[in-house]
Antibody, heavy 121, light 108 residues
Framework: EVQLVESGGGLIQPGGSRRLSCAAS????????MNWVRQAPGKGLEWVSV???????YYADSVKGRFTISRDNSKNTLYLQMNSLRAEDTAVYYC???????????????WGQGTLVLVSS | SSEVTQDPAVSVALGQTVRMTCQGD??????ASWYQQKPGQAPVLVIY???NRPSGIPDRFSGSNSGNTASLTITGAQAEDEADYYC???????????FGGGTKLTVL
């Protein structure tokens, strides 16, 4: 069974750092495009970052330079290192797997349950 | 600001048909995908590509695409379909993803 389980959320002071983890089972993270998507309280979904199977990484403008996406193939785990955290980074953070291709249509076919990051003093 | 846009809210009478739309320039190059999210739950994929439903999604959900607009249609809406619906697509660069702002569906 394909499954994603996030961890690492919590209460962090503004300016602080935190690393989120997403443990995958049922597939190999290095073979898929893996993403982080967040949702601020009462707001919509916001794409945050992707790591492609070839290792390329991309970020939303709102987090570029502060967040770093990575993976550990030996642990089959995705990470999001978050630095210089701001109140506006408060959100539930989901990891999500991309599947498909140009003809079939790219899509997020598997999501974790999410982990809450609260940035507050 | 989002590069794909959705109507904030729509309503439908029980058993009737409702269509939600998603507009954006990136949809001329990439298919949209659609997600259903209920309160306190993670999003669930309901439609992707030309008109594909993942296993377990009822066939009352369907999708279509034309130009810069993608549509999600629910034919015979049920009470359990009341939720937020989001579209997503690769952006015009192809390197990033974008989500629409979401449509809150109310089933009357």
């Amino acid at each position: 069974e394909v499954q994603l389980v996030e961890s690492g959320g919590g209460l962090i002071q503004p300016g602080g750092s935190r690393r989120l983890s997403c443990a995958a089972s049922g597939f190999t993270v290095s073979s898929k495009y893996m993403n982080w998507v967040r949702q601020a309280p009462g707001k919509g979904l916001e794409w945050v970052s992707v790591i492609y199977s070839d290792g390329r990484t991309y970020y939303a403008d709102s987090v570029k330079g502060r967040f770093t996406i990575s993976r550990d193939n030996s642990k089959n785990t995705l990470y999001l290192q978050m630095n210089s955290l701001r109140a506006e980074d408060t959100a539930v953070y989901y990891c999500a797997r991309n599947n498909g291709d140009y003809d079939q249509g790219y899509h997020f076919d598997c999501w974790g349950q999410g982990t809450l990051v609260l940035v507050s003093s | 600001s989002s590069e794909v846009t959705q109507d904030p809210a729509v309503s439908v009478a029980l058993g009737q048909t409702v269509r939600m739309t998603c507009q954006g320039d990136s949809l001329r190059n990439y298919y949209a995908s659609w997600y259903q999210q209920k309160p306190g739950q993670a999003p669930v994929l309901v439609i992707y590509g030309k008109n594909n439903r993942p296993s377990g999604i009822p066939d009352r959900f369907s999708g279509s695409n034309s130009g810069n607009t993608a549509s999600l249609t629910i034919t015979g809406a049920q009470a359990e379909d009341e939720a937020d619906y989001y579209c997503a697509s690769r952006d015009r660069s192809g390197d990033h993803w974008v989500f629409g702002g979401g449509t809150k569906l109310t089933v009357l």
